[in-house]
């Protein structure tokens, strides 16, 4: 019972505290404010492979799905492969994860405003499903890295991210310990880890099946209920069963 109260709190907390971030009215089917998204989401037919399943309605172009791709890709002239060759198992993850940052037009309850040169808006705490979050960690657990956050810090003073001096190329798993240490930290908590599943409609996936549609429509429209209710929606199982 405790955990559950707890639960329910956690989320009205959360809701009072991101509902500044964005006009309550505008948080589906949205894209962020930054540097190579549309200003609104719509149909892209021939989005580049990983970025594919977005093709129906994306806020990402076709170039854009096309750059994110590459090893040091012209969006962010940032390098995978800062420790020699990243395996192909956990740059596909990456990729995902850039995918989803770019094209998705269903991150509006976690959208907040920052005072960034490149960008004016970014999402955090989004609820990555668990699942997601742990493959991530496999497969990228042999991987080299010299950085627990990857958003802030390096050296680019080649006009390419480079590990700064005093840092030592060591496993993915040295600097994240965890699937949390590493979907949390990795972007400075964009993610948050859910305990939730995939197919719950209460987290969000990176990877889905566009033939049975986007599941994560329905997922941003649960969050977007909490936030303009300022409670959870009936039949979630939290409320039901206090």
Not at 21 to 41: F, G, I
Not at 139 to 157: A, I, P
Not at 198 to 210: K, L
């Amino acid at each position: 019972m405790a955990w559950k109260l707890m639960s329910l709190l956690l989320l009205l907390a959360w809701a009072a505290t991101t509902c500044s971030a964005r006009d309550r009215s505008d948080l589906l089917n949205v894209c962020m404010d930054a540097k190579h998204h549309k200003t609104k989401p719509g149909p892209e037919d021939k989005l580049h492979d990983q970025c594919s399943p977005w093709r129906k309605n994306a806020c990402c172009s076709v170039n854009t799905s096309q750059e994110l791709h590459k090893d040091t890709s012209r969006l962010y002239n940032f390098n995978w492969d800062h420790c020699g060759k990243m395996e192909p198992a956990c740059k596909r993850h990456f990729i995902q994860d850039t995918c989803l940052y770019e094209c998705s037009p269903n991150l509006g309850p976690w959208i907040q405003q920052v005072d960034q040169s490149w960008r004016k808006e970014r999402f955090l705490d989004v609820p990555l499903c668990k699942e997601d979050c742990q493959h991530w960690w496999e497969d990228c657990r042999t991987s080299f890295t010299c950085k627990s956050n990857w958003h802030k810090g390096w050296e680019w003073t080649s006009g390419v991210n480079k590990c700064p001096a005093g840092t030592t190329c060591r496993t993915f798993e040295s600097y994240f310990p965890s699937p949390a240490a590493l979907c949390e930290g990795l972007w400075s908590h964009s993610y948050k880890v859910s305990n939730y599943s995939r197919g719950s409609a209460r987290c969000i996936q990176m990877w889905f099946d566009p033939a049975q549609g986007n599941p994560n429509e329905e997922v941003a429209k649960f969050y977007a209920e909490a936030m303009n209710t300022g409670a959870m929606p009936h039949g979630t199982g939290l409320l039901d069963s206090l």
